[in-house]
Nanobody, 121 residues
Framework: QVQLVESGGRLVQAGDSLRLSCAAS????????MAWFRQAPGKQRVFVAA??????DYGDFVKGRFTISEDSAKNTVYLQMNKLDPEDTAVYYC????????????????WGQGTQVTVSS
């Protein structure tokens, strides 16, 4: 069983940077694919980034602004977000799975409760 707890979301201004954290208990870095998704009000959950064994992938909208990384010693995954835009406003979720399509939310087995990111213009 894997438990995920996100933190770091808050209100920021356009152009600011923000780092989200996902503390993962019960997980080993070599076993699980870790990802970030986001969901804006009234919209579907969207793939943001994923990481496994040093390999990363990003949603098309990221365009080099976000970076996913991990600290294995702390069993924590991060999402560094730069040049934030009001369109980045959403609840950001951390997710984990053992295998599947990285961008497919339905393949993920475990989810955190989400952390709210609000970007003001």
């Amino acid at each position: 069983q894997v438990q995920l707890v996100e933190s770091g979301g808050r209100l920021v201004q356009a152009g600011d940077s923000l780092r989200l954290s996902c503390a993962a208990s019960g997980r080993t870095a070599t076993t699980y694919i870790m990802a970030w998704f986001r969901q804006a009000p009234g919209k579907q959950r969207v793939f943001v980034a994923a990481l496994h064994l040093g390999i990363t992938d990003y949603g098309d909208f990221v365009k080099g602004r976000f970076t996913i990384s991990e600290d294995s010693a702390k069993n924590t995954v991060y999402l560094q977000m730069n040049k934030l835009d009001p369109e980045d406003t959403a609840v950001y979720y951390c997710a984990a799975m053992r295998a599947g399509t990285w961008a497919n939310a339905n393949d993920y087995e475990y989810w955190g409760q989400g952390t709210q990111v609000t970007v003001s213009s």
